[in-house]
């Protein structure tokens, strides 16, 4: 299902939002819908824009799996949020 940017930007907010309220099962569940909306919205991307995001992906996966929420919000927020506001 492809999602728009828009979404994508609302997706990131949510997720966000929800780990810092300590909520991770609703923060989990929007950071799943976040990485495929990802994955849809790839192909948009210029191509310097998408090297990058393949660039970052690995420290956000990374930050996921020690379970380091902050740090996943914050590449989120200040790395990938970017790459996407100015379509």
């Not at 907010?13 to 991770?24: G, I």
């Not at 909306?37 to 790839?42: D, I, M, S, V, W």
């Not at 192909?43 to 380091?68: H, V």
């Amino acid at each position: 299902m492809e999602r728009s940017s828009t979404q994508l930007l609302n997706l990131i907010d949510r997720t966000c939002q929800s780990f810092r309220l300590a909520q991770e099962a609703k923060g989990n569940h929007f950071y799943t819908q976040l990485i495929d909306a990802l994955e849809a919205n790839l192909p948009k991307l210029a191509a310097d824009k998408a090297a990058y995001l393949n660039q970052i992906l690995p420290p956000l996966f990374a930050a996921q799996s020690r379970r380091d929420t902050l740090f996943l919000c914050d590449i989120l927020e200040y790395e990938i949020r970017p790459l996407f506001e100015t379509q």
